[in-house]
């Protein structure tokens, strides 16, 4: 399925912010998200970095705080994003209303990228902020690594259950069960999207996957994650950087290409 597969309008999308970028070129952009700070961090120039979100600058957050601390930070108010005179805001999952009109009525353009809910989403996400930046090429490296990986995902997936703190696991047709699957691993269904310490002890899956996410510090969570039936529990136990799966954007596409060499 190439990176285009997708909605005939969202191709429509693409083609217009191509012209109305190409025209305005080059840009500041300012992202107020984790996950568009990935995109933008990965796919801009240092130059077209008016800034991002302080989020990205915590190591326990992302892979790429210290890029991140190359550029100011903002806390998602308008004040501090006009702070550094961007010509684009970036955003993901709508909200901010009042922050894209108020960009909006001053000559700002809000741009909302949308949640990922499968890997063409992802795909399609990494071209967005790459027309944004007035090169949708930028994307390319990225895309081809996605596309590389689905072309040789593994033919048979061993049985897994993701889990983070608390024992919250993925739905079995979700983008972070999609990213699993390039690795050789088939999410298993759980009932009410959370592993339970019976099931651990009865009927543990081949290969247990947990996120280290915040895993220094104390909480519920981790509490659950030192339990003696997760410790003692006889699946195959492969930890993961729980950073990349809060946005499971393309930070994942290295988690991936590093799970697969440890499934094998």
């Known amino acids: 399925m190439g990176p285009f597969h997708a909605v005939p309008g969202r191709v429509m999308l693409t083609a217009l912010l191509i012209a109305l970028v190409t025209a305005a070129s080059p840009t500041r952009v300012a992202s107020v998200n984790l996950c568009t700070d990935e995109m933008l961090l990965l796919l801009a120039k240092p130059g077209e970095i008016a800034s991002v979100s302080f989020l990205s600058r915590d190591p326990r957050e992302t892979a790429l705080w210290r890029k991140a601390r190359r550029f100011p930070a903002n806390d998602g108010t308008i004040e501090q994003v006009l702070a550094e005179h961007p010509a684009v805001i970036l955003n993901m999952g709508g909200g901010g209303r009042s922050r894209a009109y108020l960009a909006s009525r001053i000559g700002i353009h809000p741009v909302d990228v949308a949640l990922p809910m499968t890997l063409d989403d992802v795909v399609s996400n990494l071209r967005r902020v790459a027309v944004v930046l007035g090169d949708v090429h930028r994307a390319d490296p990225w ?12 033919t048979k997936a061993e049985d897994a259950m993701w889990i983070s703190g608390g024992g919250f696991t993925l739905a079995p047709d979700s983008l ?29 899956p081949k290969a247990l996957v947990i996120s280290d996410y915040r895993s220094g510090q104390m909480s519920g969570g981790v509490r659950w994650l030192s339990h003696p039936i997760v410790q003692q529990a006889t699946s195959r136990r492969i930890v993961t950087d729980g950073r990349a799966w809060t946005c499971m954007g393309p930070l994942m596409i290295a988690e991936i290409e590093r799970l697969r060499r440890v499934v094998k």
Request: glycine share 10%; no cysteine; hydrophobic share 40%.
């Open 143 to 154: 895309v081809r690594r996605i596309e590389i990986l689905r072309q040789s995902a593994p």
């Open 176 to 204: 972070g069960a999609q990213w699993l699957r390039l690795a050789g691993l088939r999410q298993r269904p759980v009932v009410g999207g959370k592993v339970s310490l019976e099931t651990l002890l009865t009927e543990p």
